[in-house]
């Protein structure tokens, strides 16, 4: 069975930035996808950034210049960076794995974590 662990939420200022990770097992990373999910009040759940084995990134139109999705294959561990954060940023964030990229856009992931919650104020 996967595990997908999240770290690194907080609280910012608008401007400010944070790193999230994600420590998986369980999970052959070999073929599928991984991402980072996010969950806003009142809103429904959205894909925000992906990674492929190889590296191939993919990012909502919403951060794409202000975050950065990276994996680490030797510690089982995938991270996003996110510079420039703003109110409309403040979620609750996801990691999450499919078999598909376009499943995690889709909000279907095959897994997924606890979340890690993300605010910035203004």
């Known amino acids: 069975q996967a595990r997908l662990v999240e770290s690194g939420g907080g609280s910012v200022q608008a401007g400010g930035s944070l790193t999230l990770s994600c420590s998986f097992s369980g999970y052959k990373f070999s073929s599928g996808c991984m991402g980072w999910l996010r969950q806003a009040p009142g809103k429904e759940r959205e894909g925000v950034a992906t990674i492929i084995r190889d590296g191939t990134t993919r990012y909502a139109d919403s951060v794409r210049g202000r975050f950065t999705i990276s994996v680490d294959n030797a510690k089982n561990s995938i991270g996003l960076q996110m510079i420039n954060l703003q109110p409309e940023d403040t979620a609750m964030y996801y990691c999450?794995?499919?078999?598909?990229?376009?499943?995690?856009?889709?909000?279907?992931?095959?897994?997924w974590g606890q979340g890690t919650q993300v605010t910035v104020t203004s």
């Open positions: 999450a794995a499919a078999p598909f990229c376009s499943h995690l856009y889709e909000n279907r992931p095959q897994y």
